[in-house]
């Protein structure tokens, strides 16, 4: 049996490592995925974690990454200010609940054009488009952990 790789980060909110982990993450899983999941899987943590650090309130951010049963997990810790998990509830909720993936991001791309916050907003509708994950949360007081999911087919490689 094939034992997959997983990790756990705690680091300090930075948004300069976060191309390096992406980086690491695609040549890690690479070694027991396949190519075009373990670039998705890699595309995704940059994603997730960009958007934990830019909310985060400044303290610790973690990432986790590991693979139970079928499924590929990844997952985000961070604290945030109660109208920043607002805003990450509701724009999980809306990007899940839209029957069309790719209409949902055609129509984020559109709205980040007007947007004038220095962010794009598109990076959970690119997770759930572009690398075919679902998404979750769940919040406790001000902690909030953001899971991206997707199955795992085919199984690990040698």
């Keep these: 049996m094939n034992t997959a790789p997983y990790f756990h980060l705690v680091l300090q909110p930075d948004l300069g490592v976060v191309s390096t982990i992406r980086r690491f993450t695609n040549d890690l899983y690479q070694r027991v995925l396949d190519r075009e999941l373990a670039g998705r899987l890699a595309l995704a943590t940059h994603e997730v974690l960009e958007n934990a650090i830019s909310y985060s309130n400044g303290r610790e951010t973690e990432l986790r990454i590991d693979i139970e049963g079928d499924e590929v997990n990844l997952r985000t810790w961070n604290h945030a200010d109660p109208e920043r998990i607002e805003a990450i509830k509701d ?24 947007r004038t916050d220095g962010g794009s907003g598109l990076g959970l509708a690119r997770i759930r488009n572009e690398a075919d994950m679902s998404l979750s949360y769940e919040i406790d007081r001000d902690r909030v952990c953001i899971r991206a999911t997707t199955k795992l087919v085919g199984g690990l490689r040698a």
Excluded: K, N, R, T
């Design 91 to 114: 724009g999980i909720d809306h990007l899940m609940a839209a029957a069309d993936p790719d209409a949902y991001y055609q129509e984020c791309i559109s709205v980040s054009y007007q």
